[in-house]
């Protein structure tokens, strides 16, 4: 993705708000040039991880593509709302939710038990990361993250372990963390003795990892089969070329016979909020979407016939012009279909139900707040020590209506009552299935379908074209939209969204002549505002003003 220099828009207001009349509804601003910054097939405004997914399916399906993120990341319908669990039942299929919610390194370490032993180094651990004789850290079955659970040696360093009495053994496993140039493990040699004088070579290990980033809250694991009967085992542990040490977690050593916990007892755990972002982020990148941070859709564009032509985005270099045959609005309340003539029914003034996710590691239940642990096996940490569990919390606000400022009160409230002294993390957001769905082309009144059966007619506003709404405010019940917006059929239906988006923008032919909606005419002050409008790219010869 291109970097653009961040430009504060400068606002010039020609006149003293205390001068405004009190009639006054709008304030005139005088015609002005946008610059047009992208012309592509289809828009995606939002980067949920459903329009994350329409976005990389309208590629594949051959459409230049465009993504404006509101917020500094992608995948805000997981990571703000921290809805990172998947409940139940569900089973991510595409490649993009596998990736999303695959376990993460070292998962499958949790649960097994090895068998306890002494051991001692050839060299003193070191730096901030030392070793204790009193609790040895590399046999105490805590390896959550770097800075707390590892030990430091700088350089190579071998590692004798004693396991007391002869033992059969099936295998054995190193836990390293990593960040690449800085403590690394390139490979871990195995061998065993039975008297301590003998040694025999078991297996030499490679990290398949080394230089693939940073392993600091999550564990490289180097695994061998041990199928040999020793009371040693000596780890020789080599650290990468350009690291100048090397951090270790655990050596688990497991005994034959020993049970290793079904996948059902392991823990699930929750996606990491910056794995998602990595993930979705790479989804575009390879999918070849270009997209940017920090961008709000504030007007569409429409051209000489009256049809959607593409939206006009604001962010810190001011307002561009983005021209699309195609808009998806993946906002989650569908913010770019309520600035054209589509209809949405009116939020309901009074009771809303909410949902708050608080993690913790005791988190007390509250009056008037509906709690669900979203399950006895979800954490939100991976490792031997401190886990933490998700709460779900259910709340009813009053609202008294759908506006800014009433969503900005229940955040307050929500935070207000969920508040608990043990929590480690919670949501950014609130989560809500949106009471007021627009009236689409299409209804579904009755349960979800499925993302593969849902007539796509329930994500078009009626008598409205080139636009669909991808995200709760899809004309269809409210128990549907509740499972539609689970995210393995969030991002199900925004493929084929995608897909179908792609497929309608190829067979339209551009238009040149675009222009932004006209704003309703109301009471006006005499003065002007005016703002410094700079294109993103303003080198770039081939972007024309509108």
Same mark, same amino acid.
């Given at each position: 993705?291109?970097?653009?220099?961040?430009?504060?828009?400068?606002?010039?207001?020609?006149?003293?708000?205390?001068?405004?009349?009190?009639?006054?509804?709008?304030?005139?601003?005088?015609?002005?040039?946008?610059?047009?910054?992208?012309?592509?097939?289809?828009?995606?405004?939002?980067?949920?991880?459903?329009?994350?997914?329409?976005?990389?399916?309208?590629?594949?399906?051959?459409?230049?593509?465009?993504?404006?993120?509101?917020?500094?990341?992608?995948?805000?319908?997981?990571?703000?709302?921290?809805?990172?669990?998947?409940?139940?039942?569900?089973?991510?299929?595409?490649?993009?939710?596998?990736?999303?919610?695959?376990?993460?390194?070292?998962?499958?370490?949790?649960?097994?038990?090895?068998?306890?032993?002494?051991?001692?180094?050839?060299?003193?651990?070191?730096?901030?990361?030392?070793?204790?004789?009193?609790?040895?850290?590399?046999? !105490?079955?805590?390896?959550?993250?770097?800075?707390?659970?590892?030990?430091?040696?700088?350089?190579?360093?071998?590692?004798?372990?004693?396991?007391?009495?002869?033992?059969?053994?099936?295998?054995?496993?190193?836990?390293?963390?990593?960040?690449?140039?800085?403590?690394?493990?390139?490979?871990?040699?195995?061998?065993?003795?039975?008297?301590?004088?003998?040694?025999?070579?078991?297996?030499?290990?490679?990290?398949?990892?080394?230089?693939?980033?940073?392993?600091?809250?999550?564990?490289?694991?180097?695994?061998?089969?041990?199928?040999?009967?020793?009371?040693?085992?000596?780890?020789?542990?080599?650290?990468?070329?350009?690291?100048?040490?090397?951090?270790?977690?655990?050596?688990?050593?497991?005994?034959?016979?020993?049970?290793?916990? !079904?996948?059902?007892?392991?823990?699930?755990?929750?996606?990491?909020?910056?794995?998602?972002?990595?993930?979705?982020?790479?989804?575009?990148?390879?999918?070849?979407?270009?997209?940017?941070?920090?961008?709000?859709?504030?007007?569409?564009?429409?051209?000489?016939?009256?049809?959607?032509?593409?939206?006009?985005?604001?962010?810190?270099?001011?307002?561009?012009?983005?021209?699309?045959?195609?808009?998806?609005?993946?906002?989650?309340?569908?913010?770019?279909?309520?600035?054209?003539?589509?209809?949405?029914?009116?939020?309901?003034?009074?009771?809303?139900?909410?949902?708050?996710?608080?993690?913790? !590691?005791?988190?007390?239940?509250?009056?008037?707040?509906?709690?669900?642990?979203?399950?006895?096996?979800?954490?939100?940490?991976?490792?031997?020590?401190?886990?933490?569990?998700?709460?779900?919390?259910?709340?009813?606000?009053?609202?008294?209506?759908?506006?800014?400022?009433?969503?900005?009160?229940?955040?307050?409230?929500?935070?207000?009552?969920?508040?608990?002294?043990?929590?480690?993390?919670?949501?950014?957001?609130?989560?809500?299935?949106?009471?007021?769905?627009?009236?689409?082309?299409?209804?579904?009144?009755?349960?979800?379908?499925?993302?593969?059966?849902?007539?796509?007619?329930?994500?078009?506003?009626?008598?409205?074209?080139?636009?669909?709404?991808?995200?709760?405010?899809?004309?269809?019940?409210?128990?549907?939209?509740?499972?539609?917006?689970?995210?393995?059929?969030?991002?199900?239906?925004?493929?084929?969204?995608?897909?179908?988006?792609?497929?309608?923008?190829?067979?339209?032919?551009?238009?040149?002549?675009?222009?932004?909606?006209?704003?309703?005419?109301?009471?006006?002050?005499?003065?002007?505002?005016?703002?410094?409008?700079?294109?993103?790219?303003?080198?770039?010869?081939?972007?024309?003003?509108?």
């Amino acid at each position: 993705m291109r970097s653009f220099r961040f430009k504060m828009a400068v606002v010039c207001v020609f006149f003293c708000a205390a001068c405004l009349p009190a009639s006054a509804i709008v304030v005139n601003e005088s015609a002005r040039d946008i610059p047009l910054t992208y012309d592509v097939d289809v828009v995606v405004v939002g980067g949920s991880s459903a329009g994350v997914a329409a976005a990389v399916e309208a590629a594949k399906s051959g459409a230049k593509v465009f993504l404006a993120a509101p917020r500094p990341y992608l995948g805000e319908d997981l990571c703000s709302t921290y809805r990172l669990w998947l409940e139940e039942g569900e089973e991510p299929e595409s490649e993009l939710a596998k990736e999303l919610f695959k376990a993460p390194p070292g998962a499958d370490m949790v649960g097994l038990k090895g068998v306890s032993f002494i051991y001692r180094a050839d060299k003193p651990s070191a730096g901030v990361h030392k070793d204790s004789a009193s609790a040895p850290k590399l046999s !105490d079955g805590r390896w959550d993250n770097a800075p707390r659970y590892s030990v430091q040696y700088d350089g190579d360093v071998t590692i004798e372990a004693d396991l007391g009495e002869l033992r059969q053994l099936s295998d054995v496993h190193v836990l390293a963390f990593q960040r690449n140039d800085d403590f690394e493990v390139a490979d871990a040699a195995i061998s065993c003795s039975s008297d301590g004088q003998n040694w025999i070579s078991v297996a030499t290990v490679k990290n398949e990892r080394l230089g693939q980033g940073s392993f600091e809250e999550t564990v490289i694991v180097l695994s061998a089969p041990a199928d040999v009967r020793a009371r040693y085992l000596r780890f020789a542990l080599h650290k990468g070329a350009n690291a100048s040490r090397i951090l270790i977690g655990e050596i688990i050593i497991a005994e034959a016979g020993s049970s290793s916990p !079904d996948e059902s007892d392991r823990p699930r755990f929750m996606a990491r909020p910056m794995d998602v972002k990595r993930a979705l982020d790479r989804a575009l990148l390879d999918a070849g979407v270009e997209f940017l941070f920090g961008c709000y859709a504030t007007n569409i564009l429409k051209d000489a016939e009256g049809n959607i032509a593409g939206i006009v985005m604001t962010n810190r270099s001011g307002r561009q012009a983005v021209k699309a045959k195609v808009v998806i609005d993946a906002t989650a309340r569908g913010a770019v279909a309520r600035m054209t003539e589509a209809a949405f029914a009116v939020y309901p003034k009074g009771p809303q139900t909410f949902w708050r996710v608080v993690v913790g !590691d005791d988190i007390q239940s509250k009056p008037s707040v509906e709690s669900r642990k979203v399950s006895a096996a979800v954490q939100a940490r991976v490792g031997g020590g401190r886990r933490f569990e998700a709460v779900d919390q259910k709340l009813t606000i009053d609202m008294a209506d759908g506006s800014f400022a009433s969503f900005a009160r229940a955040e307050q409230v929500a935070r207000d009552r969920t508040f608990d002294l043990s929590q480690a993390d919670s949501s950014e957001v609130l989560f809500q299935t949106p009471p007021d769905p627009m009236i689409g082309a299409k209804r579904s009144t009755g349960r979800w379908v499925g993302a593969s059966r849902i007539d796509l007619g329930v994500f078009h506003p009626a008598g409205v074209d080139r636009i669909y709404v991808l995200g709760g405010c899809a004309d269809i019940s409210r128990k549907a939209a509740e499972k539609m917006l689970r995210p393995v059929e969030f991002m199900a239906v925004g493929s084929r969204i995608g897909k179908a988006a792609a497929g309608e923008a190829l067979g339209l032919k551009g238009t040149r002549d675009v222009k932004p909606l006209a704003r309703k005419a109301g009471a006006s002050t005499g003065g002007d505002v005016a703002e410094v409008i700079e294109d993103i790219y303003p080198r770039r010869k081939e972007l024309r003003n509108i």
